[in-house]
């Protein structure tokens, strides 16, 4: 199970499939930076649904902004 099938769970589910895909000496922080990962995919593509996404060359753009900061 990858995570572009994991939107469709519920939280519990979701966080069991993700701890069932990790290795038997996985430790909790490669847990946790898994549900991170998911967590922060399923927040951008709610952004993008609502019409608050950026393309490419925007994201390169704001890029350039930070990196200057």
């Known amino acids: 199970m990858n ?10 589910e979701r ?18 930076r898994e549900n991170a990962f998911i967590t922060g995919t399923d927040q951008a593509r709610e ?4 019409g608050e996404g950026v393309d490419a ?5 704001h890029l350039r902004e930070w990196i200057s900061e």
């Not at 952004?47 to 609502?50: L, T």
Request: glycine share 2%; charged share 25%.
């Open 57 to 61: 060359n925007g994201a390169k753009a």
């Open 47 to 50: 952004e993008i649904a609502r």
């Open 3 to 12: 995570s572009a099938t994991l939107p469709l769970f519920k939280t519990k």
């Open 15 to 32: 966080a069991i499939a993700a701890a069932d895909q990790l290795l038997d000496d996985s430790e909790m922080t490669d847990f946790l």
